[in-house]
């Protein structure tokens, strides 16, 4: 009975991490990762592998939430497949060195980075600072650079890489949205990459709870996937409804309380 009430507030998570993904463009990933240290905290999960089992879990969710992002992009012609192609030879590179840099931090210490970059993402949400377009799309060893940087950041802290992704592709004069369309596309080899990289660094460690494979916990996995895709449709329907940038400044504010309960801590 315990199971199904820890399975239930995986699927409200998997309904506001999808909603709130539709809302605001951004991955689930930047409110499933806190949620679940907490969440595994309440289950009494050791703080040495909490921080690493929710970031190892926000990104297999993503292996599955993206690849109906990528559909709906993908059908608008919004994915631009030459930046996506040699961007995920370095994604994919960066993505596993993330998944090893994160494995050699203590919990406490990966909660700690984690909790400092939510609150610079809350920061930028609430300041509006987006660079301006400012320069031409370089050739595949910059955007293989580029993507290797941005998979190396979003497989330590469980995110798609959006909130990396868009503003670059912006600053390198690709229109709106055809970044988001194409940062969509980049989330699925970071997700995959990410994932198997916590599979494999976190495999046969003593303190994880039961369903979990390395540091990826199968309940959760299941529990996020069955609703997010749902409400990531509804949080974009809401989105044409509701004045977006008050929704953005509460949500950064929020962004902002559960950073600092990191740093707090």
Same mark, same amino acid.
């Given at each position: 009975?315990?199971?199904?009430?820890?399975?239930? &507030?995986?699927?409200?998570?998997?309904?506001?991490?999808?909603?709130?993904?539709?809302?605001?463009?951004?991955?689930?990933?930047?409110?499933?990762?806190?949620?679940?240290?907490?969440?595994?905290?309440?289950?009494?999960?050791?703080?040495?592998?909490?921080?690493?089992?929710?970031?190892?879990?926000?990104?297999?969710?993503?292996?599955?939430?993206?690849? &109906?992002?990528?559909? &709906?992009?993908?059908?608008?012609?919004?994915?631009?497949?030459?930046?996506?192609?040699?961007?995920?030879?370095?994604?994919?590179?960066?993505?596993?060195?993330?998944?090893?840099?994160?494995?050699?931090?203590?919990?406490?210490?990966?909660?700690?980075?984690?909790?400092?970059?939510?609150?610079?993402?809350?920061?930028?949400?609430?300041?509006?600072?987006?660079?301006?377009?400012?320069?031409?799309?370089?050739?595949?060893?910059?955007?293989?650079?580029?993507?290797?940087?941005?998979?190396?950041?979003?497989?330590?802290?469980?995110?798609?890489?959006?909130?990396?992704?868009?503003?670059?592709?912006?600053?390198?004069?690709?229109?709106?949205?055809?970044?988001?369309?194409?940062?969509?596309?980049?989330?699925?080899?970071?997700?995959?990459?990410?994932?198997?990289?916590?599979?494999?660094?976190?495999?046969?460690?003593?303190?994880?709870?039961?369903?979990?494979?390395?540091?990826?916990?199968?309940?959760?996995?299941?529990?996020?996937?069955?609703?997010?895709?749902?409400?990531?449709?509804?949080?974009?329907?809401?989105?044409?409804?509701?004045?977006?940038?008050?929704?953005?400044?509460?949500?950064?504010?929020?962004?902002?309380?559960?950073?600092?309960?990191?740093?707090?801590?």
């Amino acid at each position: 009975m315990a199971l199904f009430y820890v399975f239930a &507030s995986y699927l409200a998570l998997g309904a506001l991490a999808g909603t709130l993904a539709g809302l605001f463009g951004i991955g689930g990933g930047l409110v499933i990762v806190p949620v679940l240290i907490f969440s595994f905290g309440l289950q009494g999960v050791s703080s040495e592998v909490a921080a690493h089992l929710a970031v190892g879990t926000s990104l297999a969710t993503i292996v599955f939430t993206s690849l &109906s992002s990528i559909r &709906s992009h993908n059908q608008r012609g919004a994915v631009r497949w030459e930046i996506f192609r040699p961007m995920a030879v370095g994604i994919v590179i960066g993505a596993v060195l993330g998944a090893w840099s994160a494995s050699l931090l203590s919990g406490q210490a990966l909660e700690l980075v984690i909790g400092v970059f939510v609150i610079a993402v809350a920061i930028k949400m609430l300041i509006g600072a987006n660079p301006k377009p400012g320069r031409d799309i370089p050739g595949h060893p910059g955007l293989a650079a580029s993507g290797g940087v941005v998979g190396w950041v979003s497989a330590i802290f469980g995110i798609g890489g959006g909130t990396l992704t868009v503003p670059y592709l912006s600053w390198c004069n690709v229109r709106m949205q055809q970044a988001v369309g194409t940062s969509a596309a980049c989330g699925l080899p970071i997700a995959v990459a990410g994932a198997l990289g916590n599979v494999w660094t976190g495999w046969g460690q003593p303190s994880l709870p039961e369903y979990s494979l390395g540091f990826v916990y199968l309940p959760a996995l299941f529990g996020i996937v069955l609703t997010s895709v749902f409400f990531a449709r509804f949080g974009a329907a809401l989105a044409h409804r509701l004045d977006g940038a008050v929704l953005k400044r509460i949500f950064a504010v929020v962004l902002l309380v559960l950073g600092l309960r990191f740093l707090l801590s």
